[in-house]
Nanobody, 124 residues
Framework: QVQLVESGGGLAQVGGSLRLSCAASGRTSTYAMGWFRQAPGKEREFVAAINWSGKSTYYADSVKGRFTISRDDAKNTVYLQMNSLKPDDTAVYSC??????????????????WGQGTQVTVSS
């Protein structure tokens, strides 16, 4: 099973930027990848996903226009560029590898391995 390790989290100010990375221990080029987040006292929520080819990306409405997901299959790594950060973006961010090449909205069963997560804190 592929192991996923997130990095790049930390403390940012409102309006600032962070870039998260998710490195996989094995090949993930034929699978969709996703980012999720969970704030204290809240359920985990979808943030962004990218299909195997990198040509199709999907975002939660709350991050659309501010976050960008991308992938580098040569490095087995997926990224989440987060700009114009808001306090509501504070959460533990986790990545996941899909079980198929494509992302399907509202299908919670499509994700295989998960990373441990990285904390993002946005302070005002």
């Amino acid at each position: 099973q592929v192991q996923l390790v997130e990095s790049g989290g930390g403390l940012a100010q409102v309006g600032g930027s962070l870039r998260l990375s998710c490195a996989a221990s094995g090949r993930t080029s034929t699978y969709a990848m996703g980012w999720f987040r969970q704030a204290p006292g809240k359920e985990r929520e979808f943030v962004a996903a990218i299909n195997w080819s990198g040509k199709s990306t999907y975002y939660a409405d709350s991050v659309k226009g501010r976050f960008t997901i991308s992938r580098d299959d040569a490095k087995n790594t997926v990224y989440l560029q987060m700009n114009s950060l808001k306090p509501d973006d504070t959460a533990v961010y986790s990545c996941a590898v899909g079980t198929s090449p494509y992302y399907y909205a509202n299908n919670g069963d499509q994700w295989g391995s998960w990373g441990q997560g990285t904390q993002v804190t946005v302070s005002s």
